[in-house]
């Protein structure tokens, strides 16, 4: 609900259209690579014309940064990575035609990179590991190059036993580069680009000798190589060896197209919305796609974990969130239809805060993963930012806070980040409690000024970790008073009180004191006004 003071928007799955966001949406391109670095969204794109945004966290603000790019002409950009290494981070920006840009941070500088040996083949894939990017691609020849954080790339493509296969993935551990692509193609590669050795012959019997490999994972502990017709092997040797096929439920012949993981499970997702869930190593797959809600036989195109739950996309602008074993899922298209409509979803990206989804035709969403929480805005009816803040939220769930716990928040505008002002975890289901947050240092971050004209706006929020709860308000108070002012009392001081300002004699305190606050949801009046002196 809303009025001209404040506002309370409720959010439980997944939503949000943010096209408008975006500079240049209208153009229709394709969305072809979502990088996050920590501070900044970076989306890639284009048809027939290559499309570059930089965007905050949240992506309210996005930057066309087409312009920024060099020599990229019209070709689009493919992918899109990030690294870090002794504090300096760069971004990797590949497409077709070879094309490639390494940029600062912040994107304010990039610089254009010749990649060595690519011909005018398309840069379609990369990763960042062990202190450098490497970026493949090519089609009836294999590309590949090593380009640090600084300085030129290097043609690594002589260091692979075969160079006549497209290269369609690329991933680094601590210890090797697992290169994959067209007619069974995989090669390991040692730290360091010394010669590659061919590990295909490691993979299971299963595998035909024009299979595709489209998706390799590293665990931490063992690799995954999926793609072919069902086919998955497990290799528990870092250097890919101790390879055995994985027996997937209800596959038949088709195939895997994506792969994810959190602690417990390795989640396979393939055509015809096949999905398996598996143990971490790979045994006892059992079929759960009939868990999925309104999939129905699109493809599996991208299994994202969040930290508290599994986000699903595909094809036909279908996409769910599942709790971690898979066994419930929610259909959460309805929430995207009206941007996405039935265009294939791509990539789904997570930020720790944020799902950014796209898809097909330049559409791209932003969406808060499927936790309760109250948005809860309020304006400043005392007209300025300088006022301290104190806002309270009184409700309940069910589900106890000892399970999923309470997070109070308040914006921060300098930082574009949420501050976390109070939490609860010993809250009972079904109980209701009460949040209670202050802001009395820095009070101009913390407004903003943005629904327009010169009213100053403050933005909090209230959730619950993301689960399969029923989060409810029963009020919602904000107060504001002046900020208290800050008297120096001087030695030399006398008479009737402390000096101000170090001057001589002392005055007597005057009383002051805010307005009330904004009125609550149950119609409550506002906090009273703080004494001054």
């Known amino acids: 609900g809303n009025n001209t003071d404040w506002r309370i928007e409720k959010y439980n799955r997944i939503t949000g259209n943010i096209c408008n966001g975006i500079s240049n949406?209208?153009?229709?391109?394709?969305?072809?690579?979502i990088g996050w670095n920590g501070t900044h969204w970076l989306i890639g794109g284009g048809n027939n014309t290559s499309r570059l945004n930089r965007c905050s966290f949240d992506v309210v603000a996005c930057e066309d940064l087409f312009e920024g790019v060099?020599?990229?002409?019209t070709n689009n950009i493919k992918t899109v990575q990030s690294g870090t290494s002794s504090g300096t981070t760069r971004w990797l920006i590949g497409g077709a035609s070879a094309k490639a840009n390494r940029c600062i941070e912040d994107i304010a500088s990039c610089s254009f990179v010749t990649l060595s040996n690519f011909g005018t083949d398309q840069a379609s894939s990369s990763h960042f590991a062990n202190g450098e990017f490497a970026i493949g691609g090519g089609t009836t020849t294999s590309r590949l190059n090593s380009c640090g954080l600084t300085g030129g790339c290097t043609d690594r493509s002589s260091n692979l036993t075969v160079t006549t296969n497209a290269i369609n993935a690329v991933h680094g551990s601590g210890s090797y580069w697992v290169v994959g692509g067209t007619n069974k193609f995989l090669n390991r590669c040692p730290i360091g680009w010394g010669a590659c050795t061919s590990v295909a012959g490691n993979l299971s019997a299963g595998w035909l000798a024009t299979d595709v490999i489209d998706a390799v994972l590293w665990t931490g502990s063992r690799w995954f190589i999926g793609g072919?017709?069902?086919?998955?092997?497990?290799?528990?040797g870092a250097d890919v060896t101790g390879c055995s096929g994985v027996t997937l439920s209800g596959f038949s012949s088709n195939k895997v197209k994506s792969l994810g993981r959190n602690s417990s499970y390795l989640i396979v997702g393939g055509a015809t919305a096949i999905l398996n869930?598996?143990?971490l190593d790979g045994?006892?797959?059992s079929d759960v796609s009939a868990n999925l809600s309104g999939f129905s036989s699109n493809n599996i195109n991208s299994i994202v974990w969040t930290g508290t739950q599994w986000i699903i996309g595909g094809n036909g602008g279908k996409i769910n969130n599942c709790n971690?074993?898979?066994?419930?899922?929610r259909d959460a298209s309805s929430g995207i239809s009206g941007s996405v409509g039935t265009d294939n979803i791509n990539s789904v990206g997570w930020s720790g805060k944020y799902l950014l989804i796209g898809a097909d035709n330049a559409k791209l969403v932003r969406a808060y993963e499927r936790f309760p929480v109250y948005h809860l805005v309020a304006k400043n009816p005392n007209g300025n930012n300088s006022d301290n803040i104190t806002a309270e939220w009184n409700g309940k769930s069910s589900v106890p806070a000892a399970s999923k716990s309470f997070t109070f928040q308040a914006y921060n505008w300098s930082t574009n980040k949420w501050t976390t002002q109070a939490t609860n975890t010993t809250l009972a289901a079904d109980t209701e409690g009460t949040l209670t947050g202050s802001i009395t240092?820095?009070?101009?971050?913390y407004?903003?000024?943005?629904?327009g004209g010169s009213n100053y706006w403050t933005h909090w929020r209230v959730y619950q970790d993301a689960g399969f709860e029923t989060l409810g308000a029963d009020y919602i108070n904000f107060a504001f008073a002046a900020a208290a002012v800050v008297v120096d009392v001087s030695s030399s001081g006398g008479g009737g009180g402390p000096s101000v300002g170090g001057q001589s004699g002392g005055g007597t305190g005057q009383s002051g004191g805010g307005s009330g606050g904004v009125p609550s949801s149950d119609g409550s009046g506002g906090g009273t006004g703080q004494e001054g002196g």
């Open 447 to 451: 407004y903003s000024q943005s629904y």
């Open 25 to 33: 949406c209208a153009e229709k391109g394709k969305v072809d690579a």
């Open 70 to 73: 060099k020599e990229f002409g």
């Open 228 to 236: 072919g017709a069902a086919d998955l092997d497990t290799c528990t």
């Open 277 to 279: 869930r598996c143990a």
């Open 324 to 329: 971690g074993d898979v066994t419930d899922c």
């Open 441 to 445: 240092a820095d009070n101009a971050n």
């Open 283 to 285: 045994t006892g797959c």
